[in-house]
C-alpha cells in the first residue's frame, strides 16, 4: 500500500483544499505543529521523514514542562505540501474544523531517526519559531483491543524547558506563525459564508450530481438492502484492480441513519438495535450525516486485537456492551443519494471521510498488495483470512465474482440436528451432531466436540433439550458408530465450526465449535467448500472422557487438544521424539490441581515410553515419546505441558541445543523484549551459531540455537552465562542475569538456567497450561512485531497459521546445528 493511500482515501479533494500531495523523493528534515479545531481541539504534531509527514496528535497540545507526558496519537502519514496548510476543512469531511499553522521549522534525529522510530522512541531537536531545544518521542505498550498507536510526547531538561509555574506557551502564543490569525478568528471566517473551494473540473466534464460521485442517484433511502455476499474461493485473486480487507469474525449488520434514529439490521434483515447498547448507537448517531446506510461487521476484539466470534457471543449472552466495534466497510447511501452503482474506491472514500479515527466506529483499511501475499500476512497472524473486492465494481446484493472471500482454515456454518451429552460434566453437551442441507435434505456430516466454554455446554443443553426428536431429521441412515449416544433434535439451530478438512467419506475432521448464528435460517445452510487434504496420522489412542474441558474459558477439550497436537505433529515431532521429556499436568483442567512431573510414574499409557538415566541412582525412569500415540497418551494422563531436554536419550550428557528464555519484570514493554531477544541473537550469531526464536506461550521470548553435541553441560552452562551476565552488565538498566524477583522490576531476565543437565523448557508447538489456551510458537525473525504478542498463538488458532505458511520457520533447525565455540567456558 502505498504511503499516502490512507491519507487519500479519508478525503474527497474536490470538496476540501487539504493538498492531495505525493511523497517526496528529496530527503529533508522539516517539521510543523498545526492547531486543529475538529470535534475536539488537539495540536497535529509532524515530523518529515522518508518523504512523508509522520503525524500525531497531540490531544493537550506540547509542554515546556520536562518530563510532562503528552499523549500522541499516531495518525496516518500526510504529504509535505501538508505543512503549509492553513484554513477550513468543511463539515462531513474527515477532520472538518479550522486549521492553523501552530509552529514550524527543522528537526535534529539525536541518533539513528529510522531505527528509533522502529523500536518506539524518538529522540531529536525543533528549531522552531516557538518550540526549541530536545524532545522525545515514545511508544506506549498496546492495550487490548486498541487500534491505534498511541505514543507521549515529553521535553527534556534543558534550557528551552520551563517550570511547572511558568506560563503555558500554548496560551502565551496561540497565534499562526504564518498569518497570525487564531484558529477561532479562521473558523469565524468560513462562518460567515466563505463557500468551501471546489478543485475546478474539465469544461468537458458533465455536472456529477451531488455528493460528486459518478453513479450516485437521488433517491429515497430504502428500509433494508439485501447485503453483497463473497464467494469462497482457495485462493485470494491477483493483479490490479483488487483490494483486500480482513475477514472479520462477527455479526454483519447494517447501520441505518435517519433524523438521529440509528437501527442495526442483520444480513436477513432483523432488527438487533437493542443487542448492542448506548455506546455503539450513540457513536453511530454522531456521525455527520443526515441519512446513511453502511454497511458493516460488529466485533469483540480479543486480547491479540484479532476479532473474536466466542467473544462476541459470550458479551451478548452476558449483556457486555463495552467492548463492541463496528468496522464500516461499505456506504450504500448518504444524505438523499443511493450511492450503490457507484465504483467501490469511490463509496469507501466518501465512508473514511465521514467516519471518527478511534472509538467504537471505525474504517476498514484495505490493502492493494498481491492477494496472496496478504491472505499469507493474514494467516500467519490466524486470523479468518480475507476478502477481496474489485475497485471498480458497483454494490450488487447477492452472492458475485466481485466479492471473493479467502479463508486461513475451513469455517463455515452446519446445521445441528442432535447432541450427545457430555460423559464428564453433568447437564451439558459434549458434542454436536451435525449436517448441511442438499437438494432440499439434510445430510450427516459428523461432529464437533471441542470449542464449548462450560456455561456454553450447559446453555446448549438446555436449548436443545427443548428441541429433541426422536426421529432422525437426517436423510442418510447413520451406522451404530454415528447414532451411539445421540439425541436427535429439530434443525432448527445454526452452529459456526471451524476444522482442519472434509474425510474422504465427507465428513469432518478436527472440528472446533466458535457458537451459534443466530442471524442465518437452518435452511440455507449447505457445503461451501469440497476442499479434500491428505488424512492426518492416525492416532491409536482411546481418549477417556473425551469431552472433559482443560480450558474453561477458551473451551478447549481432551479431545480438542488431542486434535490440535495431531495437526502439528509433523512441525513439533523432531524437537521432541526421543529425548527426556518432564510435564505440567493438570487432569482436571486449568482450574483445577496442577503439578510437575519428570519422572515415570505407575500407569502411564503403554505409547509412552520409559528411558533409564545411568547417573540417576535411585533408578527412576524418565519420560519419553517415539511417535503422535506417545503424545496422545500424554494427553490422555492430562499434560498441558510438554518440557524437553536440550538432549537426546541415547547421548544425555551432551547438550544438542542452547536457549535464552527473556522473561520482562513489571513494566517492561513488548516491544523492549524483542529488542532484547534481537541483542541475544547478534552476541551468538558473533560466537558462530545459528539463532531461531519462537513465543514463549506465558510472558517472554525463547532464543534458541541448535548444536552439534559434542561440548558438555558444565561447557554450555559456563558460555550462556556469560552471554547473560555481559549483557545485564553492558546495560543494567535493561536487563538482569540473576532470577531474584526484587531486582526484576522494569528489566528483562536473561535466563540461561535452561542450559544444565536435568533443565528443560516447554517444546515448540506445546499448549501452556495457561487461561486461553496459548501455545509455544516458532517464528522467523521477521515476524517478530507488536502484533504478536507472547500469547497471540492458541490450541484455536494455530491451525490457521500453519494452513499460511509458506515454509515452516524451523524446518533448518536441526540442519543449522554447530558445535558449541571452543574455549567459552571449561572443558570436558
Known amino acids: 500500500m502505498a504511503k499516502l493511500d490512507p491519507y487519500r482515501r479519508k478525503r474527497d479533494f474536490t470538496i476540501t483544499s487539504e493538498p492531495e500531495g505525493k511523497v517526496a523523493q528529496t530527503p529533508g528534515r522539516s517539521f510543523v505543529i498545526q492547531k486543529h479545531a475538529a470535534r475536539r481541539l488537539h495540536y497535529d504534531f509532524r515530523l518529515e521523514m522518508d518523504g512523508v509527514l509522520k503525524s500525531w496528535a497531540v490531544t493537550k497540545g506540547p509542554s515546556l514542562v520536562p518530563g510532562a507526558k503528552r499523549l500522541a496519537v499516531h495518525v496516518e502519514d500526510h504529504p509535505l505540501d501538508y505543512g503549509g496548510f492553513e484554513g477550513n476543512i468543511p463539515k462531513g469531511q474527515y477532520g472538518g474544523g479550522a486549521v492553523i499553522l501552530w509552529d514550524r521549522g527543522q528537526w535534529q534525529p539525536l541518533g539513528d531517526a529510522d531505527k528509533g522510530y522502529a523500536k518506539g522512541h524518538l529522540e531529536f531537536e525543533l528549531q522552531g519559531e516557538k518550540l526549541t531545544g530536545r524532545w522525545h518521542l515514545v511508544r506506549m505498550q498496546k ?23 511558568a506560563p503555558d506557551i500554548l496560551e502565551e502564543r496561540p497565534e499562526s506563525v504564518a498569518s497570525g490569525r487564531s484558529v477561532e478568528e479562521v473558523a469565524a471566517e468560513a462562518e460567515k459564508g466563505a463557500a468551501p473551494k471546489r478543485k475546478p473540473k474539465a469544461k468537458a466534464a458533465k455536472a456529477k450530481p451531488a455528493p460528486d460521485m459518478d453513479g450516485a442517484k437521488k433517491a429515497k433511502m430504502p428500509d433494508f438492502v439485501q447485503p453483497a455476499l463473497a464467494t469462497l474461493r482457495a485462493k485470494a485473486p491477483e493483479g490490479e484492480g483488487w483490494i483486500h480487507e480482513i475477514k472479520f469474525d462477527g455479526y454483519r449488520l447494517q447501520a441505518h441513519i435517519a433524523e438521529g434514529q ?50 462476541l457471543q459470550a458479551d451478548l449472552s452476558e449483556g457486555r456492551t463495552d467492548r463492541f466495534v463496528f468496522y ?13 452503482q457507484a465504483a467501490l474506491q469511490t463509496r469507501k472514500s466518501r465512508l473514511a471521510a465521514i467516519l471518527p479515527d478511534q472509538g467504537p466506529v471505525r474504517f476498514s483499511s484495505d490493502f492493494t498488495e498481491s492477494g496472496d501475499l496478504v491472505l499469507r500476512h493474514a494467516c500467519r497472524l490466524s486470523l479468518e483470512g480475507i476478502v477481496s473486492k474489485r475497485l471498480d465494481a458497483p454494490y450488487r446484493s447477492g452472492r458475485g465474482k466481485s466479492w471473493i472471500k479467502s479463508k486461513c482454515s475451513d469455517r463455515q456454518e452446519f446445521v445441528v440436528g442432535g447432541y450427545v451429552p457430555s460423559s464428564a460434566t453433568d447437564k451439558a453437551i459434549g458434542s454436536l ?33 427443548a428441541l429433541e426428536t426422536p426421529d432422525s431429521p437426517f436423510a442418510d441412515k447413520l451406522d451404530a458408530t454415528q447414532r451411539r449416544g445421540v439425541q436427535f433434535v429439530q434443525p432448527k439451530l445454526v452452529a459456526e465450526v471451524e476444522f482442519r478438512a472434509w474425510t474422504a467419506d465427507g465428513h469432518l475432521r478436527h472440528a472446533s465449535f466458535r457458537g451459534l448464528r443466530e442471524d442465518k435460517p437452518a435452511t440455507e ?81 503403554k505409547h509412552v515410553r520409559q528411558v533409564t538415566d545411568p547417573k540417576d541412582k535411585g533408578g527412576e525412569k524418565l519420560i519419553s515419546i517415539d511417535d503422535l500415540d506417545g503424545l496422545i497418551g500424554l494427553v490422555q494422563s492430562g499434560a498441558l505441558e510438554i518440557h524437553p531436554w536440550g538432549a537426546m536419550n541415547a547421548n544425555l550428557d551432551k547438550p544438542d541445543s542452547l536457549t535464552m528464555d527473556l522473561d520482562p519484570g513489571e513494566g517492561v ?80 531476565l536473561i535466563d540461561y538456567l535452561r542450559n544444565q543437565r536435568g533443565a528443560t523448557t516447554v517444546a515448540a508447538y506445546s499448549s501452556r497450561a495457561r487461561e486461553g489456551a496459548p501455545v509455544s510458537m516458532p517464528l522467523a525473525w521477521e515476524e517478530l512485531s507488536p502484533q504478536i504478542g507472547p500469547d497471540h498463538f492458541t490450541v484455536l488458532n494455530a491451525t490457521a497459521r500453519l494452513n499460511g505458511l509458506v515454509a515452516d520457520p524451523w524446518q533448518d533447525f536441526l540442519a543449522a546445528a554447530v558445535p558449541l565455540p571452543a574455549g567459552k567456558g571449561k572443558a570436558d
Not at 470449542?451 to 450447559?458: E, P, Y
Open 262 to 311: 440509528v437501527k442495526l439490521l442483520t444480513r436477513s434483515g432483523l432488527d438487533w438495535t437493542d443487542r448492542f447498547g448506548d455506546g455503539l448507537i450513540a457513536a453511530l448517531k454522531a456521525l455527520p450525516v443526515t441519512t446513511a446506510l453502511i454497511d458493516g461487521e460488529v466485533v469483540v476484539e480479543g486480547g491479540n486485537s484479532a476479532s473474536s466470534f466466542s467473544a
Open 669 to 748: 514493554g513488548w516491544q523492549a523484549v524483542i529488542d532484547a531477544a534481537q541483542e541475544v541473537r547478534a552476541r551468538l550469531q558473533a560466537a558462530g551459531l545459528n539463532c531461531f526464536v519462537k513465543t514463549s506461550g506465558g510472558k517472554g521470548l525463547h532464543v534458541v540455537a541448535p548444536l552439534k553435541p559434542k561440548a558438555s553441560w558444565t561447557a554450555l552452562k559456563a558460555f550462556t552465562k556469560a552471554i547473560a551476565a555481559q549483557m545485564a552488565a553492558d546495560e543494567p538498566e535493561r536487563f538482569v542475569a540473576t532470577i531474584t524477583k526484587s531486582k526484576r522490576k522494569g528489566r528483562i
Open 433 to 465: 451432531v451435525l449436517g448441511v442441507y442438499r437438494d432440499g435434505a439434510l445430510h450427516h456430516v459428523g461432529r464437533v466436540g471441542t470449542g464449548f466454554k462450560a456455561q456454553v455446554a450447559r446453555d446448549l443443553f438446555r436449548q436443545l433439550q
Open 525 to 605: 445452510v449447505v457445503q461451501e467448500s469440497q476442499r479434500k487434504t491428505p488424512e492426518a496420522p492416525r492416532r491409536r489412542v482411546t481418549l477417556t472422557h473425551p469431552d472433559r474441558i482443560y480450558w474453561p474459558e477458551a473451551g478447549v477439550t481432551k479431545e480438542g487438544l488431542a486434535d490440535y497436537y495431531t495437526d502439528v505433529w509433523p512441525y513439533m515431532a523432531p524437537l521432541v521424539v526421543g529425548r527426556p521429556l518432564a510435564l505440567v499436568r493438570a487432569p482436571s483442567g486449568i482450574t483445577g490441581q496442577r503439578f510437575f512431573q519428570k519422572h515415570a510414574r505407575s500407569g502411564l499409557n
Open 328 to 340: 464500516a466497510f461499505d456506504l450504500m447511501y448518504l444524505d438523499g443519494f443511493d450511492l450503490r
Open 143 to 165: 492495550k487490548p483491543n486498541e487500534k491505534r498507536e498511541n505514543w507521549l510526547l515529553i521535553k527534556a531538561d534543558d534550557e528551552a524547558a520551563r517550570g511547572e509555574d
